[in-house]
């Protein structure tokens, strides 16, 4: 079992940046992908960043692309997501995930956070 807990939302202007963590206890996190996840109401959930175990390799969704960065540090079990350039359209609430493959589908995630609301104004 992983326990996941999201940090760091809040509310920015536009062009603003933030940086959530998610930090991990539990089975050992360096064996896990990490991925980021965001869904607003009335939609499903939208894959944003990925990145695998030893953090070698990152996945972005287009839309975040060039302004959004993963990052993980296995000493503290925790995964970052650096977001830069933020837009109105990227106000959701932000979940992470472990999964054992870094993909961008979220069926293929084991365990979740519980998410951190993140609000973009224009």
């Known amino acids: 079992q992983v326990q996941l807990v999201e940090s760091g939302g809040g509310l920015v202007q536009a062009g603003g940046s933030l940086r959530l963590s998610c930090a991990a206890s539990?089975?050992?996190?360096?064996?896990?992908?990490m991925g980021w996840f965001r869904q607003v109401p009335g939609k499903e959930r939208e894959f944003v960043a990925t990145i695998s175990w030893s953090g070698g390799s990152t996945y972005y969704a287009d839309s975040v692309k060039g302004r959004f960065t993963i990052s993980r540090d296995n000493a503290k079990d925790t995964v970052y997501l650096q977001m830069n350039s933020l837009k109105p359209e990227d106000t959701a609430v932000y979940y992470c995930?472990?999964?054992?493959?870094?993909?961008?589908?979220?069926?293929?995630?084991?365990?979740w956070g519980q998410g951190t609301q993140v609000t973009v104004s224009s």
């Open positions: 539990g089975r050992t996190f360096s064996s896990y992908a």
């Open positions: 995930a472990a999964g054992r493959v870094t993909t961008n589908i979220p069926q293929t995630y084991h365990y």
